[in-house]
């Protein structure tokens, strides 16, 4: 399935770590463009789209509500008592709003997902290499990529941006109660800052980045699994692999996007 | 496995005649430094059972997934029903393969689907039969193999002999022309093994298919095969009718069959 290795033969011997840079590198392209080719092409299953979407937001919702309401809460209780100080409650509402619809609500929503429904992803397809399912699939003259890879593709660009609107709606409103709670502030001084500090050009954004983030992190874990060997050591080897992989690539892409996106 | 051999040189392919369903010609394959395979030569006839049988890891599976496409050898020639299927791309193997039907080791079913969806799996994948037509299919397939009763079961609801059955019922669903199992009696009772013999048998008087199998439970290969061939050392060292590979004077082969510590199969 994955042949960039093929091509790498011509790479000396004596450069291994970019070898398998390379190597990484392109199978996860290639990967992307084969899985890429079968939704243009409406070759898959929406009701299992609908159903690895359904796991996604399931599994990860209550997790993305707590991290994003205590999100809120500090950063409204490290700037509230400050701001107070030098009179400038008025920007409360809008340091909050700011940071979150712009980077943290996105980040914060992809780590949760990448920890989460990211490392299920991998142990299942892991598992299933394992156990012959994917030699099954081939066998059968199925692609994996397209009944495996497209459905949870589609999951995670659909299913990241949604929850980053949970992310960001509880986040801005944990800010208010904690900005409420440590120095009584106005709701109308709260909100009418939101809104001078941030426009729907921002959460369109940041909605954007969330489905860029939901690519890295279904193609990584996708990959990761596809590529088990060696059993259940294996599995948890490549699951480890397939969360860290996705959070470091998941923060570069974030300041790539931010860099572009809000210059 | 093996010490890696030298390179040689590849000699040309030779087209097979119509009574050779798969010819394996000239088949290297290494993983690593270590070579599995060596010059493997070897012809499944048309329409016969052929046992491969040999040494625990001796190489006996990747024969299998050779055919079905599933590995390429380093060097050497797969032809199946005569085209050759080496450096094909994979669309191009997927039409290959749905001609084939493979029941694997652990029979491979899909946890998250039932007995009947599994089974059923190919029919919705590559044919054009209606919902009814294929539910009748895999009832018929699932009662010709004593499954009629678990089809709404999950795989993990069953014991080992039955899923490997379930494995068989999705191989053969789609009547393939080849039909490729791989140790279907291993870790298996010997009640459940004279089972899982006995479908073989039915499944072989059903589809009249190329059956390629691979095993080293000697009565069980007895009764279901035509033809049999050993691999030793990554190389085929004896091929013969059933009848014949019980009288060969290969001492290797006498060995492997007496099941003996002693003789020239090296521990």
Redesign the interface.
Known sequence: MFRASFYLRTLPKSFPLTRRFFEYAGGVTLLLIDSVRYILALRFRPSEVVRQASFLIVSSLPIILLTSGFTGFVIALETAASAQQYGLVNIIGGSVAYGVVRELGPLLTAIVVAGRAGAAITAQLASMVVTEQIEAYQSMGTSPTRVLVVPRLLACIIGLPMLTVFADMISVWGGYYMAWLRIHLAPSTYWVSVQQFIDFTDFEKGLLKAAVFGIIISIIACYEGLRTEGGAEGVGRVTTQAVVTSIILIFAFNFALSFVLFR | MIEHAGAREMPDAVTPSESVAVSLQHIDLSFGPKIVLSDLSLDFKRGQVTSVIGLSGAGKSTIL?LI?G?RMPNAGYIFVNGENIVGLQ?RE???I??K?G?A???A????SLTVAQNVS??LY??TTLTRKEIDQRVTDTLDALGLGDVADRLPAELSGGMQKRVGFA?AIVNDPEIV?FDEPTTGLDPIMTNVITDSIKAIQSRLHATSIVVMHDMPSVYAISDNIAMLFEGTIIEVASAKEFRRSQNPIVQQFLEGSEVGPIPL
């Open positions: 997934r079905d599933l994979e193997l997927n039409e393969r749905r084939m493979f694997f080791q652990a491979a079913l899909f946890d799996f190919p994948e590559h999705r490729l």
